[in-house]
């Protein structure tokens, strides 16, 4: 028989911290002295200056945290450090403070990014809404569906719909692909004319062009659903957009075509801007479960692909593209091992420090299929798995899939589980 019937609370946010304090009677003033104090914090900074570390470490054990660094620093063997940072949350914003006090531009740049960071992370920052063509998307409310639709004769995935049908069969059989799409929950319609799986062969910009083309010229005056055009070509993302496209959802972050950026600022339309590594040279391949990416090196893979998507936010910044107008996309099956690909779904809240909204595309890829051995046809049981992990991650705001009705019902299901509150 249990006398105190003890329980450890998992408190994810600073909200049912302050519900928990509230249940056993507190009262509110001492609400809002705790509940700094029960958020702890693992931050890790990177290279950071010889000075710099010792004020930061310094300024930490004054307030009651910790910051560790290299030793090597100490005995000037390196100029920088990378830190890992033990606080509670009180005690950062304490050290911030501090921290923007200091004369030196480092520390203050710091205490900036530091500042921001926390607000973005525990989400006291909410991304501004996008409008995409005649909808508003409202993120942090729920997550939304984008539901494939692959007018490609080779798609990994098997739906490719020119597989069995001529260019006017394809038309007709995309867009009533996309309208059961629309009836089955779909937000966003994602449509593609290249293959993206790993060791597919590129085409033309004229052969994607006449592939997606007369889809979306068809289905823009069937729906006011937004319609995505899944392309990294100028030619094609411009043609699409004539012809209705409300998004572009660029696999190379405006990296490949030069023209790309300049165009989505011109044209003023969200685009994705997704992480990439990709090189056929470590595309494998396996008859049964296709292809899959192997020997991809990263230092640190969440560090890395962290600071890659800022230099492709900073360069659409600088195209003239709106800060509200950029969704990333952490690249599941793009240049990353099985491993890499199941270590970043579970470190998804790591990308909320950037600030924008997330799309995550993990529906039937390699992963999911050499995890279970299973084909692609049979991926769906891991792909649902994949999704409910996202959002309970917090790290999904778009959710781009094949099966459009169940994975519309799981992510709704795992929507209403999270952000049930506490009674």
């Not at 190379?252 to 992480?275: E, I, K, N, S, T």
């Not at 595309?283 to 991809?296: N, V």
């Amino acid at each position: 028989m249990s006398r105190y019937n003890v329980r450890f609370l998992r408190c994810d946010s600073s909200e049912e911290l302050s519900k928990e304090l509230q249940t056993i009677g507190v009262d509110p003033q001492g609400v809002t002295i705790m509940t700094p104090k029960g958020r702890f914090y693992l931050i890790k900074l990177e290279r950071v200056g010889f000075a710099a570390a010792n004020i930061l470490k310094q300024e930490m054990l004054a307030k009651g945290g910790e910051a560790a660094i290299s030793g090597s620093i100490y005995f000037s063997k390196e100029e920088t450090t990378d830190a890992l940072l033990l606080t509670t949350e009180r005690t950062l914003k304490r050290v911030i403070q501090n921290l923007k006090a200091q004369p030196l531009p480092s520390l203050q740049e710091m205490a900036q990014e530091l500042s921001t960071a926390l607000d973005q992370y525990t989400q006291r920052y909410v991304a501004p809404s996008c409008r995409i063509g005649s909808r508003e998307f409202f993120w942090g409310e729920r997550t939304y569906i984008m539901g494939i639709i692959n007018v490609t004769p080779d798609s990994f995935s098997g739906d490719g719909l020119l597989r069995d049908a001529s260019p006017a069969e394809m038309i007709d059989k995309a867009v009533e692909q996309a309208l059961a799409f629309i009836d089955q929950g779909a937000d966003i319609i994602d449509i593609g004319g290249e293959s993206t799986r790993p060791g597919a062969s590129p085409i033309g910009a004229e052969t994607e062009r006449a592939r997606t083309e007369p889809v979306i010229r068809k289905l823009r005056t069937l729906t006011d659903v937004p319609i995505s055009i899944d392309t990294y070509k100028a030619p094609v993302a411009e043609a699409a957009l004539d012809a209705g496209a409300d998004l572009v959802n660029d696999v190379w972050g405006l990296q490949m075509d030069p023209r790309m950026g300049p165009l989505v600022a011109r044209r003023a339309v969200p685009v994705v801007l997704m992480h990439n590594r990709s090189k056929p040279k470590n595309a494998a391949q396996e008859d049964r479960l296709g292809g899959r990416y192997i020997g991809i090196h990263y230092d640190d893979l969440m560090a890395d692909i962290l600071r890659e998507l800022r230099q492709l936010v900073a360069q659409a910044l600088q195209f003239g593209i709106a800060p509200e107008q950029i969704i990333i996309d952490p690249g599941i099956g793009f240049g990353k091992t099985v491993e890499q690909n199941l270590q970043l779904l579970n470190h998804l809240d790591e990308l909320r420090v950037l600030g924008f909204p997330i799309l995550l595309g993990p529906s039937r890829k390699s992963f999911i299929g050499y995890t279970l051995d299973l084909p692609p046809e049979e991926r769906l049981e891991g792909t649902a798995a994949a999704v409910a992990v996202s959002i309970v991650r917090n790290g999904a705001d778009i959710v781009r899939v094949h099966d459009v009705q169940a994975i519309a019902r799981v992510a709704k299901m795992t929507d209403a589980i999270v952000r049930a509150g506490y009674r």
